[in-house]
Each structure stands twice: as C-alpha cells, then as structure tokens.
C-alpha cells in the first residue's frame, strides 16, 4: 500500500507541474521577445550542425521551432513547451506543444524540435486547424541519421520534416508523435 501512496502522490505532483506549466503562455511581449531570442538561436544552431536541416531550410515554405521542451514522467507524463512559426524570416505565430503519456517510465528530460513545413498546404493546415496533432493531417517524417543520408532536393516529398535537438536528461528516446501543437490566440 505504501509503494500505491507514493506513486500516486508523485503521479499527482507531477499533473499539478504539468498543468501550471500549461496555463502560463508567451503572452507578455517581454517573453515573447525571450521565446524568439531562444528559437532563433536554437534553430541557427540545427541549420549550422545539421546538413539535411540546412538543405531542408532552403526548401521549405515555413519552419515551427520549439526550442525547449521539458518532459518529465513516472507511470503518468507529459511534455510540454513553446514555440513560433516563422516565414521568411519572420514570426506569423505562437504556439504550444503538449504530449501526455502513459506506461513504463520514469525520469525527465529536456529538447527542442523544428518542423520545418515544406508546402502551401501544410502551412496552411497548421493556421487553420484547431490544433494540429502531429501523425494526423500533413505527413511528418522524423529525421534521424539514417533518414538524413537518403535526402536529396529531389527526394524531398513529404509535407513537413522533423529534427529533434538538445536532449538532455534521464528519460530514454524522445518521439513527437501524438504531439498536440496549439495555436496561442493574441490578446
């Protein structure tokens, strides 16, 4: 009974993080202005030590940057962050990325991820929807190495291509699939 009081206990504390962390969005200019600081070096950095990001920044119509994720779990967890949309250089934007999970895990980590959308529709997909599930609507393909040595300009089809960065932490394996991506209404 008292292993079912700590889980439970810990189980409880970790909703009450997640759920604070998700109430609190870049809704101030001042952290507006830090969020855009933090994606734009987060994703200066991917094109810089990733050739695919590179090849693929040039290519697409737009680019979703989350630089920091913080995920954390045991039994229960979940992911969350924020992040912009920018086109042509520009923010058009922001957003907010959950993942809630359950199963075999524990521990926390931390990461970033770029989407980097590839045409008109996917984009356009992204503004319209009332949420984006990633794995539901536009095709995403996760870029790892081995995925990154077949990409070529010519065998670039897919709607959008993913690049997960900056992994810190204990917790094995990191997957945006599932991932709820929320448009942040501008007050």
Known sequence: MGLFKSVFAATAAFGLI???????????????????????????????????AAAISKQSRAVLVFPSIVKAGLVFGGAYGEG??????????????????????????????????????????????DGWEIGVGPTVVVVNAGVAENLSSSTLQDDAYAFIF??????????????????????
């Open 84 to 129: 912009e949309l920018r086109q042509g250089g520009n923010t058009s934007g922001y957003y907010t990325s959950f993942t809630g999970s359950w199963g075999l895990q524990a521990g926390a980590q931390s990461y970033g991820y770029a989407v980097f959308l590839m045409n008109d529709d996917a984009v356009r997909y992204l503004e319209q929807s």
């Open 18 to 52: 997640t759920l604070g962390a998700c109430s609190t969005t870049a809704s101030s200019p001042a952290s507006r202005a830090d969020l855009s600081n933090s994606s734009s070096q987060a994703l200066n950095q991917l094109i810089r030590d990733n050739p695919a």
């Open 166 to 187: 900056d992994q810190r932490g204990l917790m094995a394996g990191v997957s945006i699939e599932g991932t709820k991506v929320t448009r942040v209404n501008s007050r």
